[in-house]
């Protein structure tokens, strides 16, 4: 039997309709704009999000580096959770290369309240404090379960934040799960935000790249910021060719890996030793805590057995579910975890 990986949704491994579009795409020099393919998903994508342009990307942190650099300038701030993507797991770039400050927001459970933005937003009057320049929103939220931002609290979020003049930067790697789990149009979503990023390479099962999505200048501004931080490519139809598949034929799938999440969420809650808040999963994402062993040792003993988690946090591992993932190894998986808890 095969490994059962449930490390990410970015094991992904490309569908062979996708490796076919990829052999035969037409293709040409993207920094120069003349790659149809890549101008193609351009298209589709800006259109998908009900916004103006897009640009294609290499990667997801590329896509919120951008974000912050659009939407903000050396010396300000932006305001995002404390368990963002942005702020914890994309190398400070925000500080390192744009010079822009994080000012971290701690939710419960990934929902910032419009009392929590209008509090960290810095008094403008008063020159002790960085200017605010932009919220960030990450929807579905990775480190808070996959969980799913509620259409009017995201409307909120970003209606206080416009009312102060700053804008809206949407991580929106995972849009998609989100759209699918609220059976919802993926551009509403996408509505309160100025600008978006989303992946292809996660659950949409694209070997690489995502789109920058906003206005046209917005994205003339991430174009430029793609060119100077070496991320202008050249024939990359090649990869785009995948996320015209992805847009056409993934996204529907989503609620099987959702389906999956849950049955493998309630089945881990039950197990002994183990804590699975199933409120927060609601896509798929599973995240869940251990009473007697540390996230190492389950991931390393579930590993010897043919099962591959993340440890991320000393007692707390995640599971993730995506194409290649059927129900029966939903099942081996919770046998495997059984078996170790039960060591
Ligand atoms: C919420 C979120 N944002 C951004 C990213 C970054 O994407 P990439 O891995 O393509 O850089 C990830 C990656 O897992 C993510 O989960």
Redesign the pocket.
Known sequence: MGVIDLR?D?VTQPTAEMRRAMATAPLGDDVMGDDPTVNRLEEIAATRMGKEASVFL???????LIGIAVNARQGEEVIADSE???FL??GAGAAAVTGVQIQQVATPAGVMSPEQIEAAIRPRDDFHFALTAALFL?N???RHGGIVWPLDALQAAADTAHEHGIRVHL?G??IFNAAVALGIHVADIAAPADTV?F?I??GLGCP?G?LFCGTRESVEKARRWRKRLGGGMRQTGVLAAAGLVALDTMVDRLAEDHANARTLAEGLAELPGITCDLSRVQTNLIYFDLARISGAQFQEACRQRGLLGEAMGPRRIRFVTHDGIAAADIQSALEICHEVMSA
Request: aromatic share 4%; net charge negative; proline share 4%.
């Open positions: 990410s970015t290499p990667s997801g942190t590329m896509g919120n963002s993507h942005v797991y994309e990450e579905t939220h990775n991580d790697a995972r990023t992946c390479s996660k690489a995502s």
